[in-house]
């Protein structure tokens, strides 16, 4: 059974950075396509970003020059390290693989297979 788990949400000030993990188990990482999502109370899911099985990136464009993704295949393992966060940022934040077309790094959330649960970002003005 594949089992996302994120962690590294929290309460902090505008203008601070904070990393988000992804623990992945029950399937083999390295071979799929890994997003991060957002939801902010009362509003819809966005995409934040997402990084293919050979590295590549692909970032929403109002977070692509603050937030970072990388990944870790022998640790099944990835990362969001937000930087200059702005109260706006704040919402839950979810990890989800994609097992679909091993080319594809997808904005649209109905491609990816699995969802961890979430972590809280709470940024203060």
């Known amino acids: 059974q594949v089992q996302l788990v994120e962690s590294g949400g929290g309460l902090v000030q505008a203008g601070a950075s904070l990393r988000l993990s992804c623990a992945a188990s029950g399937h083999t990482f390295k071979t799929s396509t890994m997003g991060w999502f957002r939801q902010a109370t009362g509003k819809e899911r966005e995409f934040v970003g997402a990084i293919g099985r050979n590295d590549g990136s692909y970032y929403a464009d109002s977070m692509n020059d603050r937030f970072t993704i990388s990944r870790d295949d022998a640790k099944n393992t990835a990362s969001l390290q937000m930087n200059r966060l702005k109260p706006e940022d704040t919402a839950v934040y979810y990890c989800?693989?994609?097992?679909?077309?091993?080319?594809?790094?997808?904005?649209?959330?109905?491609?990816?297979?699995?969802w961890g649960q979430g972590t809280q970002v709470t940024v203060s003005s």
């Open positions: 989800a693989i994609d097992r679909g077309d091993p080319s594809r790094i997808s904005y649209r959330p109905d491609h990816y297979d699995f």
